[in-house]
């Protein structure tokens, strides 16, 4: 039930935009997305849920194609800061205790 | 104020032993889960429990059992430990399928 995510590993310049990818095999409820600095603990950025809904917050904007069951982290203009593991979440249509399952991750660096 | 506050930091200890992790959370959060982040920084469900069910992932040994004494506090209790739990576990909580989760910083466990 893992999704898979790619890039693996980003590297960018500050200013630069990079696109991270989640994808799953099976029917999706909502996506997360979540950004993990070294040693500390994942902080949540954005949930999407099934309607294929796209949502952003400064300049880090995500979309989520619930047929496709694939989700797309864009991150526009980076700065410094962007760096990190990003992670994204998904989980299925069964009601109940959400469970997250959660990609490989994506580490992005951002140099100056 | 710590929303989702875990103890202990850090835990090292030696193989066979038993041990627990204290999580505690101030939110108002209906629902807590344990997570296991391994050294290749793989995020894995082992737990979620609201007041009405407890979902355990079936790869999870029952060695590991969560114990929760009220709506706020889900305690992670460990048996006969061995080397491969060395790991990074992370307690969360969500409100509802529209949540977010947030992470407590984290318990590093160390068996030797």
């Known amino acids: 039930q893992q999704p898979v995510q790619s890039p693996q590993a980003v590297i960018l310049r500050e200013g630069e935009d990079a696109v991270i990818n989640c994808s799953s095999s099976?029917?999706?409820?909502?996506v997360h997305w979540y950004r993990q600095k070294h040693g500390e603990a994942p902080v949540f950025l954005m949930i999407l849920l099934k309607g294929g809904e796209q949502k952003g917050h400064d300049k880090i904007s995500a979309s989520f194609n619930e047929k496709k069951q694939q989700s797309s982290l864009d991150l526009t203009a980076s700065q410094l800061s962007y760096s990190g593991t990003y992670f994204c979440g998904t989980e299925g249509p069964l009601t109940g205790a959400n469970n997250l399952f959660f990609g490989t991750g994506t580490r992005l660096t951002v140099i100056p | 104020d710590t929303a989702v506050s875990q103890t202990p930091k850090y835990l090292v200890t030696q193989m066979g032993n038993d041990k627990s992790i204290k999580c505690e959370q101030n939110?108002?959060?209906?629902?807590m889960y344990w997570y296991k982040q391994d050294s290749k920084k793989f995020l894995k469900i082992m737990f979620s429990?609201?007041?009405?069910?407890?979902?355990i992932n079936e790869t999870v040994p029952n060695r590991f059992s969560p114990k929760s004494p009220d709506k706020a506090h889900l305690n992670l209790h460990i048996n006969s430990l061995e080397l491969g739990d060395s790991a990074v576990y992370f307690c969360?909580?969500?409100?509802?399928?529209?949540?977010?989760?947030?992470f407590g910083s984290g318990t590093r466990l160390t068996v030797v």
């Open positions: 099976k029917a999706l409820y909502s």
């Open positions: 939110l108002g959060h209906d629902t």
């Open positions: 969360a909580s969500s409100q509802g399928r529209r949540g977010g989760y947030t």
């Open positions: 429990y609201n007041n009405k069910e407890l979902i």
